[in-house]
């Protein structure tokens, strides 16, 4: 089984979106050119590119971390980016 991972995307407005998946290469694609898949949040802030991630075993983990990322002031966001 393959490992989860934790996403950061700068989206074109310098803003950074957070996601988990499985398949990172295939996710990033579906946040740029599917407009069905990607979430609408990428989707009006297109072209997006990947600034971080980390890896999981399992989806619970994984989404436990996306949440805690997620309350991250944009500083704290930044200051992972950079690491």
């Known amino acids: 089984m393959s490992d989860w991972k934790v996403?950061?995307?700068r989206?074109?407005?310098n803003s950074l979106?957070?996601?988990i998946t499985r398949d990172l290469n295939r996710r990033i694609n579906e946040h740029n050119n599917n407009d069905r898949l990607a979430s609408a949040y990428?989707?009006?802030r297109r072209p997006v590119t990947l600034v971080y991630?980390?890896?999981h075993t399992d989806r619970s983990?994984?989404?436990k971390r996306e949440a805690?990322?997620?309350k991250f002031t944009k500083q704290e966001?930044?200051?992972l980016v950079e690491k």
Do not use: H, P, V, W
């Open 7 to 9: 996403y950061l995307l």
């Open 11 to 13: 989206c074109s407005d």
């Open 17 to 19: 979106y957070t996601g």
């Open 42 to 44: 990428t989707r009006a």
């Open 53 to 55: 991630q980390e890896s």
């Open 61 to 63: 983990s994984a989404s």
């Open 68 to 70: 805690e990322i997620k």
């Open 77 to 79: 966001k930044e200051k």
